[in-house]
């Protein structure tokens, strides 16, 4: 069975173009849906939140997309828009897309908006868990503005000894117990060596020697007799030594007793400077009037901000090499390798984008340039300008984003500057607003290595008009509302410094000594009132015991005497105790005092 | 899978060449062993769909293939580990790859690689082993069929039909 077959098909090159065609239409009838489908699912990955699109058209022959009406959505806040951009509209370069490259040379960024309310919730990404969820921003807020001044309601002295542990109380239960535990040890000891059974004992031993003195006969027991004599005077002695002992160590117990019963006098002092600074307020020190209204909101903006930063900086990375990198495939666990071709490129770059931004409610045009996933490839730092001038809100604006991560270290900096700026009322705390007022605003932020922060702010602010706020009404908010509405202009300068962690801020202002100045008469007099209040339920609270603390040191001192007495009575004894008291004149025994040997 | 059964039997007993046959079988291997979604795939249906061979016997072929090709992703892995990390390849590779399409193509996955160089490499043994696998079953066939009158019948019957 054989056959002469033609090699080529000619009708095969039809179905191939068939099907090819047949691909061809399917990509352009459902390639802009799969590609928004894949902006959404991956945008959303990335971010961690909902990503909209509303439409996208590609343009093969132009090799350009078109995106309308793109939102992401907060994480945080499901009912709020994070960022909203009304049209984006890019060319690709095809040349690099078939590198599996993204490059964009010119890409329009228009009616970009920050925070708009969503027309629907959005799905929330993934459930959080506990330990994963970000701090609240009330966390974030040390203090309220004006809290402080609110704190003039002091706290009632009752309520912070409750709340509090007294150092005075801790001490002189120490002491107490140390105390009791000397008291002890010289019961037992003036129990076990000085009772009045072994001095009865050594008295019975004197009234035995002296009957036993009245009967000698012979050298013998004259002899026996002074030997006990001196023995007996020995136990004596020894006693007396043992007292001599005693009313040493006594007075060393003595003398440490009544230094920690002087120590203790003095805490309630050190309990009151303690509880007075924690809980009284002083003008004259901490970060000021102004610092503590203004760093509570400030530092809750700066770590919104710093949250953001650290969301965006980890897709500008810093690694240029590119390393032979795993990737996971769905047959197999295939990996892709990547080569160190001789002129490397990263894989996405946006040389350059104009932008029209939506923000304080007024237009502002900027560009930026230089967007890549590999900065030290590409060899050029992320710019971004924006700037806008004589509108309604103000005369002049511009800022100016530049993150370098082209090299060793990340260097991001932020500048920016705001010229007559008419801002809307913003409130202080719970008792005014400044409610009008014209400021110039310059600063400028570095930040070393994607954690050290170093930058300042100067915030001059012009034609200002304060005014109070209903609620309270009482004499100190009156007094800051008058004083406040009396302010017409007034700068404030702030200093930051630190990691991102631990940051401080350094807040000045000449507010605040108009502001201290005015509250330091009333202010003066109830912390005077508050500090007596709290001086006396200290002393209530710690008299007590410091007063048992000192009769427990009084009854050591009784020791003494109980020493003094028993050191009295071995003392008699051993006078009594000697060898003419108590034996007889022994026969011929006065003759050999007075023998002498002549020589 | 009893129509696949068919489909090569229909196939052997054809009047096809067995190099055709043999082809259809080979390209069948290459699209059943590398990954179907991949650019090279397209060239060799092209290539394949130009060139006179059995089609049936080509996605029959793809079929079986893609199967084994599951077993076989760890050696492919292995293999196109092994190529693509070779250092006496990497400024061969570095070049090769500077092409965008072979990048596109996926060429430098080490699955793809395996796969692709496997089966290429098959391919000229496994032609020739067809070839004669092809040439021994028709000769065994057409024996049986001379010995069977019915059969030898049915066969100028349907030789007949075709011709007229």
Known sequence: ?599 | MLSQIIKILKALNSNEAPWQISLGIIFGSILGLTPLLSLHNLAVLFIALLIHLNISIMLVSMALFSIAAFALDPLFHQAGLALLTAPGLQSFWVQFFSCPVFLLGNLNNTIVMGSLTVSLVAAAPLFVLCNRLVVKYRDVYNTFIGKVPLLKFLKVLDTYEKVS
């Open chain 1, 1 to 599: 069975m054989k056959s002469s077959a033609k090699i080529i098909r000619i009708q095969g090159l039809l179905v191939f173009a068939v099907v090819a065609g047949l691909i061809a239409g399917f990509l352009v009838l459902f390639m802009d849906g799969m590609i928004k489908d894949g902006v959404e699912d991956g945008g959303s990955r990335i971010l961690k939140s909902q990503v909209d699109v509303a439409s996208l058209a590609t343009s093969i022959g132009d090799q350009a997309i078109d995106i309308s009406g793109l939102e992401i959505a907060n994480a945080d806040k499901l009912d709020e828009n994070i960022l909203e951009i009304g049209r984006i509209r890019f060319d690709i370069d095809a040349g690099r897309a078939f590198s599996k490259k993204v490059w964009v040379d010119d890409m329009r960024l228009e009616d970009i908006r920050f925070n708009q309310k969503r027309k629907t919730p959005a799905q929330p990404y993934r459930k959080v868990r506990p330990e994963e969820q970000p701090p609240k921003e009330t966390e974030t807020q040390p203090s309220k503005p004006f809290e402080f001044l609110e704190g003039l309601q002091f706290k009632s002295p009752r309520d912070i000894l409750q709340s509090e542990t007294l150092e005075t109380l801790e001490a002189v239960k120490q002491s107490r117990e140390d105390l009791e535990t000397l008291k002890t040890k010289w019961e037992t000891n003036i129990r076990e060596q000085l009772s009045q059974d072994s001095l009865k004992q050594f008295k019975a031993r004197i009234e035995s020697l002296r009957s036993k003195g009245k009967n000698l006969k012979d050298l013998a027991a004259i002899q026996s007799a002074a030997a006990e004599i001196k023995a007996l005077r020995n136990d004596i002695q020894t006693r007396l030594n043992t007292i001599k002992n005693f009313k040493s160590d006594l007075e060393k117990d003595i003398r440490r007793a009544q230094n920690t019963a002087a120590n203790l006098k003095n805490l309630p002092q050190k309990d009151f400077d303690r509880l007075k600074r924690k809980y009284s307020l002083d003008l004259k020190g901490g970060s000021g009037l102004v610092g503590q209204m203004v760093s509570g909101p400030l530092k809750t903006k700066i770590d919104k901000a710093w949250r953001m930063y650290r969301k965006i900086s980890p897709h500008l990375k810093s690694d240029s090499t590119p390393e032979p990198e795993e990737e996971e495939r769905e047959r197999s666990q295939g990996r892709t390798i990547k080569f160190n071709v001789e002129r490397p490129s990263p894989d996405f770059l946006i040389r350059h984008a104009k932008l029209s931004i939506r923000a304080f409610d007024q237009d502002l045009e900027g560009r930026f340039e230089d967007l890549s996933d590999q900065p030290k490839i590409h060899g050029k730092p992320f710019v971004l300008n924006l700037s806008g001038k004589d509108n309604a809100k103000f005369k002049q604006f511009s800022l100016k984003v530049v993150m370098d991560r082209t090299g060793p270290q990340a260097q991001d900096l932020l500048e920016t500057r705001m010229d007559a700026f008419k801002f809307d009322a913003m409130e202080i705390g719970r008792l005014a607003t400044l409610d009008k007022g014209l400021a110039n605003i310059t600063g400028r932020l570095k930040i070393g290595d994607e954690k050290n922060l170093k930058g300042h702010v100067t915030i001059q602010v012009q034609d200002a008009s304060f005014a109070g706020r209903n609620g309270k009404d009482d004499e100190i908010t009156r007094l800051i509302q008058k004083v406040l509405r009396s302010v017409n202009h007034f700068y404030l300068k702030v200093g930051l410094s630190g990691t991102a962690d631990h940051y401080s801020l350094k807040i000045d202002s000449d507010l605040d000594a108009i502001l201290t100045k005015a509250v330091r008469n009333i202010f003066d007099e109830k912390v005077k009132s508050f500090e007596a209040d709290l001086k006396k339920s200290i002393g209530a609270s710690t008299g007590l015991p410091l007063s048992e603390t000192q009769d427990l040191v009084a009854g050591l001192k009784d020791y003494r005497k109980i020493l003094k007495g028993s050191e009295s009575d071995y003392n008699n004894l051993l006078r009594q105790a000697t060898e003419k008291a108590l034996l007889k004149k022994v026969p011929g025994g006065g003759l050999l005092d007075k023998f002498k040997l002549p020589f």
